[in-house]
């Protein structure tokens, strides 16, 4: 089952900012901006480092993000998209996403991440189970 609309699919292929909310051990939140994608109904996010999020993902998959949508709903309130889901941590592949994200979040002529860094890094691939917020995307 599709849960994107294809203007939630629009939103995240744009080049808005990600607000990427994994839990810590101790069940409190943990909040990064990231660059996200879209692979078939996945949403995929690149990540050079063995960091906090990717840690917290390889312990729990539980994720939401949230982005700024562009425009305003019928009550003038900015709409702004909400997904609900489960990530899975790839091993390798992010220097290759993340240099595809930069043309879409830095320009055509990006290069990301910069030459001489090479570590493999980790791929987050987010199965969306629910869409809400403010827009045409809201299920909930």
Not at 25 to 41: A, E, I, K, R, Y
Request: charged share 25%; proline share 6%.
């Amino acid at each position: 089952m599709t849960i994107l609309t294809p203007e939630a699919r629009e939103l995240l292929d744009s080049d808005a900012l990600v607000h990427l909310v994994t839990l810590n051990d101790d069940g409190s939140p943990q909040l990064s901006c990231v660059w996200v994608g879209l692979d078939g109904d996945e949403i995929v996010s690149g990540h050079m480092l063995h960091r906090r999020k990717v840690r917290n993902v390889e312990r729990d998959r539980r994720v939401v993000l949230s982005l700024e949508g562009r425009g305003t709903n019928e009550g003038g309130l900015r709409e702004y998209l909400v997904v609900y889901g489960r990530a899975r941590v790839q091993e390798g592949g992010a220097a290759k996403l993340l240099q595809q994200l930069a043309h879409v979040y830095l320009g055509p002529d990006a290069v990301f991440p910069p030459p001489g860094f090479d570590a493999p890094g980790y791929v987050l691939r987010i199965t969306p189970e629910r869409a809400g917020g403010v827009g045409p995307w809201a299920s909930d």
